[in-house]
Structures are given as structure tokens and as C-alpha cells.
Nanobody, 122 residues
């Protein structure tokens, strides 16, 4: 079983910044997480991709390109989403995602975090 836990959400004014973190843990040794990502879901909307990183390649939703940056620390099984220039339309619950997970030599199911609320409002 693999767990991923987000942190760093909160309330911020338009134009402000937040940094989200996602830490993965397991009852075993995590030897690989091939895909680390961030998704978000606003009320009444479907969950959408925000940013993803895989084997050093990153991809972003058009709406966040140039404002958000995804990064990771493989040694800590942790990844981050630096969000700058936040806008009210960025308000959503942000979920981290882990895919292509190997724990103690066994492939594990893709895993989602429980979500963290980001609210951008004056």
C-alpha cells in the first residue's frame, strides 16, 4: 500500500504564491515513482491536469504555464508545485498523483492524495 499526502494549501490573495508538497510513503522500500503529478478540481468541474513530471520531462496545463513549476526530490519521494501569480480561477482542491510505483520490487496501483484546498481571493 502506498500513501501520498499533500500539504501547503491555504488562502492567498490574487497575485500571491503558494508551494504545495506531496510526500509518498509505503510499507516497504519505494524504488521508483515514474510519474508524479498535480491535478485540481474546482466545484462543478471535472478534475484536470495541472502539471506532471516523468523521467525529467515536465508538462503543464496551458492555464498555468509560466506561473506554476513542478519539481521533485527523488531521494525523499516528494514532489512540489510552486504556484506564482495566483488567480481566483486557480481556486480548487489540488490532488497529487503518483504512477508507475514500485515498492520492494512489486508494482503498485496508481495513487491519489486526499487533496488540499487552495483559495485565491481578496
Amino acid at each position: 500500500q502506498v500513501q501520498v499526502v499533500e500539504s501547503g494549501g491555504g488562502l492567498v490573495q490574487p497575485g500571491g504564491s503558494l508551494r504545495l508538497s506531496c510526500a509518498a510513503s509505503a510499507s516497504g522500500i519505494i524504488s521508483k515513482i515514474s510519474i508524479m503529478g498535480w491535478f485540481r478540481q474546482a466545484p462543478g468541474n471535472q478534475r484536470e491536469l495541472v502539471a506532471i513530471i516523468s523521467v525529467g520531462v515536465t508538462d503543464y496545463a496551458d492555464s498555468v504555464t509560466g506561473r506554476f513549476t513542478i519539481s521533485r526530490d527523488i531521494t525523499k519521494n516528494t514532489w512540489y508545485l510552486q504556484m506564482n501569480g495566483l488567480k481566483p480561477e486557480d481556486t480548487a482542491v489540488y490532488y497529487c498523483y503518483a504512477g508507475g510505483i514500485v515498492v520492494s520490487g512489486r508494482s503498485m496501483n496508481n495513487t491519489w492524495g486526499q487533496g488540499t484546498q487552495v483559495t485565491v481571493s481578496s
